[in-house]
């Protein structure tokens, strides 16, 4: 077999399936969330907190290699690929974080409190955030040979250079590359078209629902 295409069948195997299912996954398919790559196989995977490569500088996500979402969420990010590849065929969203449960939510708490970098994350005695519902997914954009596009930062950067709020600015003061600037604007145009929700602190992040519409209506990954 051609090196290449083994480690192509490989990735695929590891982000849309093939892999055996852990303990997690079958609880948190039993709880009604679907796994994206069921609904759409050409939606890659990543999960950022299945490696150690993260703001917290550690793996937290043991049991978790599949990207889970309520089926309205996913449905959602199906639309989303749909709508970037009639825009751009060989580019193809990419899934960095999806359901987390409440339990990685206090370990990512414990690693910024008492920081500036508090800001970024919420706060389980709070009730967490959307991505402890399945409501929220952090995206980016790959090519097609699976490179991220430019967007100015890494996914998960805690900091001013990854807010959306003043980009223009950013970009006349050549803190942000035009073409960063474009793939932002590309991805929040699918994403928003699909019925997604902005985060002013981090590009990458889409929200399904409002805070207050997951508390009245769901309940929180454990």
């Known amino acids: 077999m051609d ?3 083994g480690f192509l069948v490989l990735a695929w195997a590891l982000t849309c399936g093939l892999s055996a299912q852990t303990p997690l996954e ?13 609904l759409d196989s ?10 150690p490569d993260n703001f917290v500088g550690k793996v937290l996500y043991r049991e978790l290699n599949r990207a889970y979402l ?39 708490w414990n690693t910024v409190a ?13 009730g967490g955030g959307l991505h402890n519902y399945g409501l929220a997914v952090d995206v980016s954009i790959v090519d097609a040979r699976g490179d991220s596009i430019p967007m100015g930062t890494r996914v998960d ?32 145009r699918v994403m928003r078209e699909a019925g997604f929700r902005t985060l002013l602190s981090e590009w990458w992040h889409f929200n399904f629902k409002s805070r207050a519409e997951a508390k009245a209506s769901y309940r929180p990954i454990p």
């Not at 805690?158 to 991805?187: C, M, P, T």
């Open 157 to 188: 950067h805690l900091g001013k250079e990854a807010h959306i709020d003043d980009e223009a600015q950013r970009v006349a003061s050549g803190k942000l590359s035009r073409e960063a600037y474009r793939n932002r604007l590309l991805l929040r």
């Open 42 to 51: 050409t939606i890659q995977v990543r999960l950022m907190y299945a490696r």
């Open 114 to 126: 008492g920081t500036s970098r508090k800001n970024y994350v919420s706060n389980p005695a709070n």
């Open 3 to 5: 090196k290449r295409f």
């Open 26 to 38: 079958r609880q948190l398919e039993k709880k009604g969330l679907v796994d994206v790559c069921q």
């Open 70 to 108: 309520l089926p309205e969420t996913a449905r959602a990010l199906v639309k989303a690929q749909q709508a970037l590849k009639r825009l751009h065929p060989n580019y193809s969203l990419c899934v960095y974080d999806a359901t987390r449960p409440m339990s990685v939510q206090q370990q990512m």
